[in-house]
């Protein structure tokens, strides 16, 4: 069992910048793999970006790619989401996940056991 605590959000002006942070705890976030996804009000949970847990491979939503990226820190087992350029459209409940389940990431949210209880980006035009 792993419990994940998002910070990081806010209200911030369109181009401007944003770290969300997800910190994990008992256990080591090493252990899985890990996603970031987001949420607009009446809609489903949509995929954003992850990071598996051995190679440390990524992947991003066309969407984001080139100005968000996603990252770990292990020994503060901590992931990251570093949002650049940030446009009115990416105003959403993001949420982080980690997933024990198979050997690579993925970008279907059924997949990831365990979440945190979101944090909100509000991006200002």
């Known amino acids: 069992q792993v419990q994940l605590v998002e910070s990081g959000g806010g209200l911030v002006q369109a181009g401007g910048s944003l770290r969300l942070s997800c910190v994990a705890s008992?256990?080591?976030?090493?252990?899985?793999?890990l996603g970031w996804f987001r949420q607009f009000p009446g809609k489903e949970r949509e995929f954003v970006a992850a990071?598996?847990?051995?190679?440390?491979?990524?992947g991003y939503a066309d969407s984001v790619k080139g100005r968000f990226t996603i990252s770990r820190d292990n020994e503060k087992n901590t992931a990251y989401l570093q949002m650049n350029n940030l446009k009115p459209d990416d105003t959403a409940l993001y949420y982080c996940?980690?997933?024990?389940?198979?050997?690579?990431?993925?970008?279907?949210?059924?997949?990831?056991?365990?979440w945190g209880q979101g944090t909100q980006v509000t991006v200002s035009s």
């Open positions: 008992p256990g080591t976030l090493d252990m899985y793999h």
């Open positions: 996940a980690a997933s024990a389940y198979g050997s690579h990431w993925s970008r279907v949210a059924s997949v990831y056991g365990y």
């Open positions: 990071l598996s847990r051995n190679l440390g491979s990524t």
